[in-house]
């Protein structure tokens, strides 16, 4: 299995990145697919969730900021990040979850800076 984001970089306060995470040697449309970010000094958190159904859910302070969806047919998953604010500053990474939780994989990581 392997996980491979793109789409980090240096951004303006209140600009948009839009990270993609590129799916290979699993059956990707079952999976769980995950965003989570890691600050420097910080434990990783879950920043947002798409499930194999389509549903999404979110951490409560990037709520209406950032929008994560996923095309099947490419076996990638999205994260659009707008109104970016300098906390929002980590390493991102992506994570594929097996419907039944026992199978957890992860990527690189791609790294954001919002900073003026």
């Known amino acids: 299995v392997q996980l491979v984001e793109s789409g980090g970089g240096l951004v303006q306060p209140g600009g948009s990145l839009k990270l993609s995470c590129a799916a290979s040697?699993?059956?990707?449309?079952?999976?769980?697919m995950g965003w989570h970010r890691q600050a420097p000094g910080k434990q990783r958190e879950l920043v947002a969730r798409i499930k194999s159904d389509g549903s999404t859910n979110y951490a409560d302070s990037v709520k209406g900021r950032f929008t994560s969806s996923r095309d099947n047919a490419k076996n990638t998953v999205y994260l659009q990040m707008n109104s970016l604010k300098p906390e929002d500053t980590a390493v991102y990474y992506c994570n594929a979850l097996s419907p039944a939780g026992t199978n957890s994989y992860w990527g690189q990581g791609t790294q954001v800076t919002v900073s003026s």
């Open positions: 040697g699993l059956t990707f449309r079952i999976y769980h």
